[in-house]
């Protein structure tokens, strides 16, 4: 896949989780997030569904060939599709793909799975650094499933790609999920 591209909406718009160099804003259409709730996982995941009436702010990311084994181990979880409808600021229109969790893929979980603070913390962190306070607020709007609890495991994350946040970071995270009323469980080790 020469010259492919990767549309990141989670975890891959912190720039902290890759090494990636060629990335750009981006945004989609199409797509809308979600939490899915899986049997097997100890966690919640975060994939995109179709919505024709929705958009995504994103980066791509140029993912060089040989780093496409790589990538698709890291998202071993989702599948990975074409993406067209995608906005960005290259001077060409290069292949763009979407990882994404379809409902066939997974059995789901027998009950809500907890959304892992260390994972939304890294995700915010991107948004906050890449779209400001509007960008972190407009990932909050077009993101489904925060009726889940949300397991509070920042003392001992279990997101393996987890970042440190400054206090500003972890204010502008705990303020949405009080906003949408989330409900925090603390993380029994």
Known sequence: M????????GSLVNRHTHGY?????ARIAGWRRAWRHLQGRAAALLTVVEDRHSQLD???AAVPDAEWAALDLRERNYQKA???????TLPRKPEVHIYHAPDWMHRP???????????????VQGYLAE??????????????????????DRHAPIYRRHRPLNARERGVVDDHLSAFGARIEMRRT
């Open 2 to 9: 020469t010259s492919a591209y990767v549309f990141g909406y």
């Open 21 to 25: 160099r060629d990335v750009r804003k």
């Open 58 to 60: 994103g980066l791509i």
């Open 82 to 88: 074409k993406a067209d409808n995608v906005e960005h």
């Open 109 to 123: 979980a027998q009950s809500m799975t907890p959304i892992a603070l260390s994972y939304l913390d890294v995700v």
């Open 131 to 152: 779209f400001g306070e509007t960008g972190v607020a407009r990932f909050f709007a077009t993101t489904d499933g925060w009726d889940a609890p949300v397991l509070n």
